[in-house]
């Protein structure tokens, strides 16, 4: 059974910083890209940062976050981050893990960030 577990949500201030966790089981972890994906109150789900599996490592950024997310991940225990600092009120959302490898597409049940002051 595959499993993703989001985790590292919470309330931040401002400026302030938070790193999500994606635990994976149930799947080749190390074969997969790995996406981080938000949606806001309101909002549709947008697609925020993307690290890919296999051999070589390329990351892709959304604008709203680049320079201030970092996307990485540990295959030796089948873990991906997500890395924010500089975090704003526009910020806040469900956070959403997702591993996709050829048609194998899964999600984990979302993590949620609040940022206020």
């Known amino acids: 059974q595959v499993q993703l577990v989001e985790s590292g949500g919470g309330l931040v201030q401002p400026g302030g910083s938070l790193r999500l966790s994606c635990a994976a089981s149930g799947i080749l972890f190390g074969l997969y890209s790995i996406n981080w994906y938000r949606q806001g109150p309101g909002k549709q789900r947008e697609l925020v940062a993307s690290i890919s599996g296999g051999t070589s490592t390329n990351y892709a950024y959304a604008d709203s976050v680049k320079g201030r997310f970092t996307i990485s991940r540990e295959n030796a225990k089948n873990t991906a981050y997500l890395q924010m600092n500089s975090l704003k009120y526009e910020d806040t959302a469900v956070y959403y893990c997702?591993?996709?490898?050829?048609?194998?597409?899964?999600w984990g049940q979302g993590t949620q960030v609040t940022v206020s002051s």
């Open positions: 997702n591993a996709v490898f050829r048609t194998s597409d899964h």
